[in-house]
């Protein structure tokens, strides 16, 4: 962990983009670190994910967590609900190494946390929580050999018990290599099928799984 950490910044609600709307379920988004990283190494506002730790950084990632992202009925979803203040820099920091971006934090408290509740800290915690209780597949193995998105989806939900391939979604850039993965929760925070509208990657689609270096 770094001696000093940025102090987090107030982040305006973007005009017009407030969605106050009922509660329905969620979304646990997470990120692959080396494919985000894979383009920015070099630049300072992702030093502490990215810079590794010869270079300020704090280490090396495999999945972070992206957010946990309240999700309504149909298309749209609550965003922005409440004006959000900065976090205090100790908060953050308890969280810094399951999401290793102070600006993240604060962006995903107040796009998406305020909307599920007035304590930043029980929503840090509930999406750590979960975060942490995910069993991951052996990326390593999987990234040395010929995989689709279908195949992927099920590696993951074999290593989770009462989890299936239906309760995730899979992000796949345009040049086919694995950004993203999310799970599917019900209101109660237990996974669930995707909704219909939540559609990821194809499962046909072919996915490689970069994991780091040059």
């Known amino acids: 962990m770094p001696d000093r950490i940025e102090a987090p910044r107030q982040i305006s609600v973007p005009a017009g983009e407030r969605r106050v709307l009922p509660i329905d379920g ?3 988004a997470l990120s692959w670190s080396p494919e985000f990283c894979r383009t920015r190494r070099r630049e300072p506002n992702h030093r502490l994910q990215c810079g590794g730790v010869r270079n300020g950084g704090a280490g090396r990632f495999g999945f972070i967590l992206h957010g946990l992202w309240p999700e309504g009925r149909g ?4 965003q922005w609900c409440r004006p959000a203040r900065p976090l205090p820099r100790s908060l953050v ?9 102070v600006s993240l934090i604060q962006r995903e408290w107040a ?24 069993r ?13 998105v279908g195949q992927f ?17 899979v992000e ?11 799970l599917c929760l019900g209101r109660n925070f237990r996974p669930r099928r995707c909704p219909a509208h939540m559609r990821g990657s194809h499962n046909r689609t072919r996915m490689q799984i970069w994991r780091g270096g040059s």
Do not use: K
């Open 93 to 101: 920091r308890q969280h810094l190494c399951v999401t290793p971006s």
């Open 75 to 78: 298309r749209q979803w609550p």
């Open 111 to 134: 796009r998406h946390g305020t909307c599920a509740t007035r304590d930043p800290g029980r929503y840090l915690r509930a999406g750590a929580i979960m975060y942490r209780a995910l």
């Open 26 to 28: 969620y979304t646990l």
């Open 172 to 182: 796949v850039n345009e040049r086919g290599w694995l950004e993203e993965v999310r």
């Open 153 to 169: 989806s099920s590696a993951f939900a074999a290593r989770n018990r009462g989890v299936d391939p239906s309760m995730f979604t």
């Open 136 to 148: 991951y597949p052996d990326m390593n193995a999987l990234s040395r050999r010929p995989l689709t």
